[in-house]
């Protein structure tokens, strides 16, 4: 079982940076693959970034962050982060952490992943 907490949410320009964090609970952790989604007022909840793990530390992103966001994880503290640079208003969004039971990053489908944390609201102003 992982259970995970997410912050760092915010308000910020266009243009600028956050970082959000994900702490999780749980022995099996470092074996998970970890993911970032959100989910935007209206629309469907959609893949960000993931990361493997096991220390493969495999990542993958959705073409729309490519170049912009970083997803990294800390097992030591058990943490997952997704750092957000030059931020566009269409970024704005409910940002959602979750985890797979494999360590392998077997889809980006959301309701395929079995554990989720409440959620961040990211909002950017243009």
């Known amino acids: 079982q992982v259970q995970l907490v997410e912050s760092g949410g915010g308000l910020v320009q266009a243009g600028g940076s956050l970082r959000l964090s994900c702490a999780a609970s749980g022995r099996t952790f470092s074996h998970a693959a970890m993911g970032w989604f959100r989910q935007a007022p209206g629309k469907e909840r959609e893949f960000v970034a993931a990361?493997?793990?096991?220390?493969?530390?495999?990542?993958y992103y959705a073409d729309s962050v490519k170049g912009r966001f970083t997803i990294l994880r800390d097992n030591a503290k058990n943490t997952v982060s997704l750092q957000m640079n030059s931020l566009k208003p269409e970024d704005t969004a409910v940002y959602y952490c979750?985890?797979?039971?494999?360590?392998?990053?077997?889809?980006?489908?959301?309701?395929?992943?079995?554990?989720w944390g409440q959620g961040t609201q990211v909002t950017v102003s243009s």
């Open positions: 979750a985890a797979l039971r494999s360590s392998v990053v077997v889809t980006i489908t959301p309701n395929e992943w079995p554990y």
């Open positions: 990361i493997s793990g096991d220390g493969g530390g495999i990542t």
